[in-house]
Nanobody, 128 residues
Framework: QVQLVESGGGLVQTGDSLRLSCAAS????????IGWFRQAPGKEREFVAR?????????YYADSVKGRFTISRDGAKKSVYLQMNSLKPEDTAVYHC????????????????????WGQGTQVTVSS
């Protein structure tokens, strides 16, 4: 199993920045990729970004965050980060990181059901 713990959320104003962290433990040799998803009240869980867990760094972003968010990893710390700049009120949500332990094609990496392990989430609130 893989355990994931997110941190770094908070209350910020429009235009501010936040850096979320996702720390992995357990069978950390197993993920192929780590994704960030978010879920706002009354809405479905939404893909934000994904990064390959090892080897060549491959990153993917939702169109809504391209150019504003950056996903990165630190293998030594077994952690993935989400740098969020130019935050908007519509970015308000609970942000979860998730581990994908099976090879996935690009076509499905934005699908929550492709990810087997999830963290408990961290709240990000952006005020206008």
């Amino acid at each position: 199993q893989v355990q994931l713990v997110e941190s770094g959320g908070g209350l910020v104003q429009t235009g501010d920045s936040l850096r979320l962290s996702c720390a992995a433990s357990g069978r950390t040799d197993s993920p192929y990729g780590i994704g960030w998803f978010r879920q706002a009240p009354g809405k479905e869980r939404e893909f934000v970004a994904r990064i390959s867990w090892s080897g060549i760094i491959r990153t993917y972003y939702a169109d809504s965050v391209k150019g504003r968010f950056t996903i990165s990893r630190d293998g030594a710390k077994k952690s993935v980060y989400l740098q969020m700049n130019s935050l908007k009120p519509e970015d308000t949500a609970v942000y979860h990181c998730a581990a994908d332990i099976s090879p996935s094609t690009v076509a499905v990496i934005a699908t929550p059901s492709e990810y087997e392990y999830w963290g408990q989430g961290t709240q990000v609130t952006v005020s206008s």
